[in-house]
């Protein structure tokens, strides 16, 4: 009676498909809670994917509920710098590519006050801010969107970083969670600041921030 063949099992350290298959053994692979990590000089990620602080991570801003903080999202923010005053300014300047960042606005001071502004979010925006710098052109058009992990959010864009400046637009959609979305044009070139603030003191927390600028 011929003998069936016998299948040979996977050594442990065998876990590349390509090289299981070769060597004649089932492979069932399962990455779920995987990481890749990434370099700083060769940061090179599979597609749909970025590297950031030595891991390749979706580019998709992880999902929010409104329910609540959403974890990744504030492990995210907590790699970020501070950005409180505007000295500390975040570059964001863009090109037509959107682009997405992540900050955390507990602790932060209410440096910056569109009440004072007017054609701005439409609302007083007395909470915490933090502060993103971007160079613009005119003709660009600024398109920026703000989630946030529970509390009432803001966005808006000033052409300087003080009381004084002149506000070029906004948004505050009312509600906790709520998402802002702001569609600017830009009709003068220079240096902007993309503000993140609260419509109430005491509203702050994570958030995901998304620009792009269409020429």
Request: net charge negative.
């Amino acid at each position: 009676m011929a003998r069936r063949p016998r299948q040979r099992a996977c050594p442990p350290w065998l876990v590349a498909a390509a090289v299981a298959i070769a060597a004649g053994c089932g492979f069932d692979a399962d990455y779920t809670g995987a990481t890749v990590t990434c370099a700083d000089v060769d940061p090179r990620c599979p597609d749909g994917y970025q590297c950031v602080a030595g891991t390749c991570r979706t580019t998709a801003p992880p999902a929010i509920d409104a329910a609540g903080p959403d974890a990744s999202v504030c492990e995210l923010a907590a790699q970020q710098p501070d950005n409180d005053r505007c000295a500390a300014a975040i570059d964001v300047t863009v090109t037509t590519t959107e682009v997405e960042r992540y900050g955390d606005t507990t602790g932060y001071a209410n440096d910056l006050a569109p009440s004072v502004l007017p054609g701005c979010t439409g609302s007083p925006e007395p909470g915490p801010d933090a502060v993103y710098r971007l160079a613009l052109s005119a003709g660009d058009t600024l398109h920026a969107e703000l989630r946030t992990t529970g509390h009432d959010g803001a966005i808006y864009l000033l052409d300087g970083c003080s009381l004084t400046a002149t506000c070029r637009g906004g948004a505050d959609a009312l509600g906790a969670g709520a998402i802002d979305q702001a569609t600017i044009a830009i009709t003068t070139t220079g240096t902007y600041y993309l503000v993140v603030d609260a419509s109430s003191a005491g509203a702050a927390g994570c958030y995901a921030l998304r620009m792009s600028i269409t020429r």
